[in-house]
């Protein structure tokens, strides 16, 4: 395990760590990564994505495709003790940035249309007729003006407070809203952005720039992954054959979810990020980064 350079006496900060891994046995850390030479990058770019199993943030220098750190942690359920572990034995949490970008990769969530949309007092109305009744929440807006669309999306409000508690100045979206953004107005085949992750995927949907769906689905075998996607070929009567699958995220080409996906669909592209890992790329493929350079790149 490498962690950067900080403040902290090295023995204090693995007693955290220590500490993290006894007291929230379900915690775990999929992926520390870090550049030697973090601390001396101008103009550094936080970017973080926080769903109900997983919290996960990358460094990177703005307008490059620089990589200086990723680390991503999954658990059970995040709560306010995750993160306050997790923020103890990461100091460079506690760094100004040059901007910070949060992502809520929550799955609650409803794609409006703004001609039926008419106010932030039926956002939860909308919420629960496709969710059902979410105790302890808040919902939040999101206007996408380039598609003519808001996300309305629900968070615990304890993980907002404490997020905007720590990170005041951040941009904050949804995992639909950074998604759709990836969409590619040539794909008039039809086009499946599929992001993996360790229980659940992102799928959006889109053909000739119309967004057909945006969604997230969990999974225990490739074959649920497999189950999703023919189903909304046939729903969006898209061919098997012709349909052109973008995948990023947590799988290898000689998995058997990539095996699966080969035996039914034809074209099919690992989608990289644009950072160079060079201290890591023997161990980790550009594509299972993507999530998070997508993110970075909102800061452009």
């Not at 949060?102 to 609650?108: E, K, L």
């Not at 615990?156 to 997020?163: A, G, K, L, N, T």
């Amino acid at each position: 395990m490498i962690f950067p350079r900080n403040p902290f006496n090295p023995f204090i900060r693995d007693y955290f760590f220590l500490l993290l891994q006894q007291s929230i046995a379900y915690v775990k850390q999929i992926f520390n990564i870090t550049s030697t030479d973090a601390n001396d990058t101008p103009q550094q770019v936080l970017s973080i994505r926080i769903g109900e199993r997983h919290f996960g943030f990358s460094i990177s220098r703005y307008n490059t495709d620089e990589l200086l750190h990723l680390s991503l942690y999954t658990t059970e359920g995040i709560d306010e003790n995750v993160l306050r572990e997790i923020y103890i034995i990461h100091p460079e949490l506690h760094h100004s940035y040059y901007k910070t970008i949060v992502c809520y990769d929550n799955s609650a969530s409803v794609l409006v249309p703004d001609k039926y949309y008419r106010n932030e007092d039926d956002s939860k109305l909308l919420i629960e007729s496709m969710h059902g009744k979410l105790a302890n929440s808040t919902v939040v807006t999101e206007g996408l003006q380039e598609w003519s669309l808001k996300n309305v999306y629900a968070l615990s409000p304890d993980i907002e407070h404490w997020m905007k508690g720590h990170f005041p100045s951040a941009e904050y979206h949804h995992t639909y809203s950074i998604g759709i953004k990836q969409i590619n107005a040539t794909d008039f085949e039809g086009s499946f952005i599929i992001d993996i992750g360790t229980d659940n995927f992102l799928l959006i949907v889109s053909q000739a720039r119309k967004l057909l769906l945006a969604q997230s689905f969990a999974y225990t075998a490739p074959a649920d992954v497999l189950y999703y996607l023919l189903k909304a070929c046939k729903e969006y009567s898209l061919s098997q054959e012709t349909v052109r699958l973008a995948v990023s995220g947590l799988i290898e080409k000689q998995s058997a979810l990539y095996k699966e996906l080969y035996q039914y669909f034809l074209n099919i592209r690992f989608r990289d990020a644009d950072w160079r890992v060079p201290y890591a790329e023997e161990q980790y493929p550009a594509h299972f980064f993507t999530s998070f350079n997508d993110l970075a790149l909102c800061a452009s």
